[in-house]
């Protein structure tokens, strides 16, 4: 499994209706960075890409989503000195898949 329930679990006490909602936002957080990310990407504001990639972070941390992280801490440190522009994209494009593969997952699991 890409998604890792076990930290929203216990932080809710295993609260399924407080699990359900932390999912459905976390959908409408992944519909947002689809349209936002690779617009900045586009527009070469490399800064605000990285701003972007740390909050998209915080999402996919609380989701246990481990190697998604990874992609954006790395994503916002690059973005943050505008290097390795070249490298943007695919990290955006695997962090998008993945997440999009951790909602199919998690559908029907609360």
Do not use: C
């Not at 690779?38 to 972070?57: F, G, N, Q, T």
């Amino acid at each position: 499994m890409i998604a890792d329930l076990n930290y929203l679990k216990t932080m809710s006490g295993g609260d399924s209706n407080f699990i359900r909602e932390m999912i459905e936002l976390f959908r409408e957080q992944i519909d947002e960075y689809k349209l936002i990310m690779p617009e900045l990407l586009r527009e070469k504001r490399y800064d605000e890409l990285s701003k972007v990639a740390h909050k998209a972070k915080s999402s996919v941390a609380v989701m246990g989503m481990s190697e998604a992280a990874e992609i954006l801490k790395e994503l916002e440190i690059l973005a943050q000195g505008g290097i390795e522009v070249e490298q943007y994209e695919g990290m955006i494009s695997t962090f998008l898949t993945q997440s999009q593969l951790a909602l199919k997952e998690l559908e029907g699991t609360y």
